[in-house]
């Protein structure tokens, strides 16, 4: 149980197009799902909380305008890049909480601008 | 604020022992969650300490001590495929939902 998944798992756009990111819960209702970016040989960086029916809140230094979360469903979070630039390109993972502490993390996008 | 701190790169030996430590300063502090990551793959749970003690779980252990805001991470019997990062990540509650933090990573290389 408590799987997650994304998509695409992997992308590559132009610059200055939008990128949509799928994040899906796929045997349990996601109350909570986390958006997370990680540049190479570092960390996990949290970019934006959301709440089913609810805006995202988003960590200080990112960009609401240009990183777009929808939670549109207990199964579904979005993500879209919008306006992406090559230094957007990055790893992208989501991960989805029930009514607990655990979270469960999908397996990642990796995102390429050129 | 909020600091985690882990050393950056670590070696050790097959079927050795190492420890992994992890240093947090937070308010709201809910618990402590130790992941391993393989390169290009999201993280993998391995342990979450809520109270002070040890967690021991096969191979792998992990302390914490509240006190001092300290936890460790304690993996045995190395094996090669334990090459990976190890990531601590703290809980705070916050604004009514809680947050992961997480720690910067600690890159374990593990030697024949």
């Known amino acids: 149980g408590a799987v997650v998944s994304q998509h695409p798992s992997r992308v590559i756009c132009k610059s200055g197009t939008s990128v949509k990111i799928e994040c899906r819960s796929l045997d349990f209702q996601a109350t909570t799902m986390f958006w997370y970016r990680q540049f190479p040989k570092q960390s996990l960086m949290l970019m934006a909380t959301?709440?089913?029916?609810?805006?995202?809140?988003?960590e200080q230094g990112v960009e609401k305008d240009k990183f777009l979360i929808n939670h549109a469903s207990l199964t579904l979070s979005t993500l879209t890049v919008t306006s992406a630039h090559p230094e957007d390109s990055s790893f992208y993972i989501c991960s989805a909480r029930e009514d607990n502490y655990e979270q469960y993390f999908g397996p990642g996008t990796r995102l390429t601008v050129t | 604020g909020q600091n985690i701190d882990q050393p950056t790169e670590m070696t050790a030996t097959e079927g050795a022992i190492v420890q992994i430590n992890c240093t947090y300063q937070t308010s709201g502090f809910n618990g402590l969650f130790w992941y391993q990551q393989h390169a290009g793959e999201a993280p993998t749970f391995l342990s979450y300490?809520?109270?002070?003690g040890l967690e021991e779980k096969g191979r792998f252990s992990s302390f914490l001590s509240r006190s001092k805001g300290y936890s460790y991470l304690l993996l045995k019997e190395l094996q090669m495929k334990d090459s990976a990062s190890y990531l601590c990540?703290?809980?705070?509650?916050?604004?009514?939902?809680?947050?992961?933090?997480f720690g910067t990573g600690t890159r374990l290389k593990v030697l024949a």
């Open positions: 990540a703290v809980t705070r509650a916050t604004s009514g939902t809680y947050k992961y933090i």
């Open positions: 959301s709440n089913e029916g609810s805006k995202a809140t988003y």
């Open positions: 300490n809520v109270l002070d």
